[in-house]
């Protein structure tokens, strides 16, 4: 019998971009349902959900692939609208964002790409030097206090997953020129061709929270 995931995302589904590679990883036979916490939403609103000062910052995408940029405050109600519309016809529900949200709740289990990335960081001994990228300069300051461990180092590049530049060879070669031992890909827009990339320019591992949370997943629902 077919397991069935929810997906949510904080930007608008379905996430074409993010969705499909995942599904690949965890096999046909597990069924996916979407929701996006900027479906119903215009241009015009997503405007009005910008970080105010002192808020999070949160990088998502559109469904025709544009990026924006939302409050972690103002997100968080329409994350939940989308977890309850879900949660009675899904067995686990999965929010597809690194961000934190501890006040997110459901009669199903949720499963948390964040926490799931500092299971695994923190199960890695000898990573002395911490690379990360990020998907806006806005967060690299959370992101130093996020992945700082005692005795360690972390350093934090920028890079857009959803840019038509290529934003993420500069800031690789960025990270490899401090010789990291680990580097983590803090968002779920960055896809396993930006892994193999990073991997390539730095020479060092590194962490694609999509996969993590794939076979996470698989983990449950076998």
């Given at each position: 019998?077919?397991?069935?995931?929810g997906?949510?995302?904080?930007g608008?589904?379905p996430?074409?971009?993010?969705?499909?590679?995942?599904?690949?990883?965890l096999?046909?036979?597990?069924?996916?349902?979407e929701?996006?916490?900027?479906?119903?939403?215009s241009?015009?609103?997503?405007?009005?959900?910008?970080p105010a000062?002192g808020?999070?910052p949160?990088?998502?995408r559109m469904?025709?692939?544009?990026?924006?940029?939302v409050?972690k405050s103002?997100i968080?109600?329409?994350v939940q609208n989308?977890?309850?519309?879900?949660?009675?016809?899904c067995?686990?529900?999965?929010?597809?964002?690194?961000?934190?949200f501890?006040?997110?709740?459901?009669?199903r289990l949720i499963?948390?790409?964040?926490?799931?990335l500092d299971g695994m960081?923190?199960?890695?001994h000898?990573?002395r030097?911490i690379?990360?990228?990020v998907?806006s300069?806005?967060?690299?300051?959370?992101?130093v206090?996020r992945?700082?461990?005692?005795?360690?180092?972390?350093?934090?590049?920028?890079?857009s997953?959803?840019s038509?530049q290529?934003?993420?060879?500069?800031s690789a070669r960025?990270l490899a020129a401090?010789?990291?031992?680990?580097?983590?890909?803090?968002?779920?827009?960055?896809?396993?061709?930006?892994k193999?990339l990073?991997?390539?320019?730095?020479?060092?591992?590194?962490?694609?929270?999509?996969?993590?949370?794939a076979?996470s997943i698989?983990?449950l629902t076998?």
């Amino acid at each position: 019998m077919a397991a069935h995931v929810g997906m949510i995302t904080i930007g608008q589904s379905p996430r074409s971009d993010l969705v499909p590679e995942i599904q690949r990883l965890l096999g046909a036979e597990i069924d996916v349902a979407e929701c996006g916490a900027l479906d119903n939403a215009s241009m015009e609103t997503v405007k009005e959900l910008a970080p105010a000062p002192g808020d999070f910052p949160l990088v998502t995408r559109m469904r025709g692939g544009e990026e924006v940029m939302v409050g972690k405050s103002k997100i968080v109600p329409k994350v939940q609208n989308c977890i309850d519309r879900l949660q009675n016809q899904c067995d686990i529900l999965v929010v597809l964002c690194t961000g934190h949200f501890p006040q997110l709740r459901s009669n199903r289990l949720i499963v948390m790409p964040d926490a799931l990335l500092d299971g695994m960081v923190n199960g890695i001994h000898g990573a002395r030097t911490i690379g990360v990228l990020v998907p806006s300069g806005d967060q690299k300051s959370h992101a130093v206090e996020r992945w700082k461990r005692p005795g360690g180092t972390v350093l934090v590049e920028s890079a857009s997953p959803y840019s038509e530049q290529d934003e993420v060879t500069p800031s690789a070669r960025k990270l490899a020129a401090s010789k990291p031992d680990l580097i983590v890909l803090d968002c779920m827009g960055y896809t396993s061709k930006t892994k193999d990339l990073v991997r390539k320019i730095t020479g060092r591992p590194a962490i694609l929270p999509r996969s993590v949370l794939a076979r996470s997943i698989r983990e449950l629902t076998e």
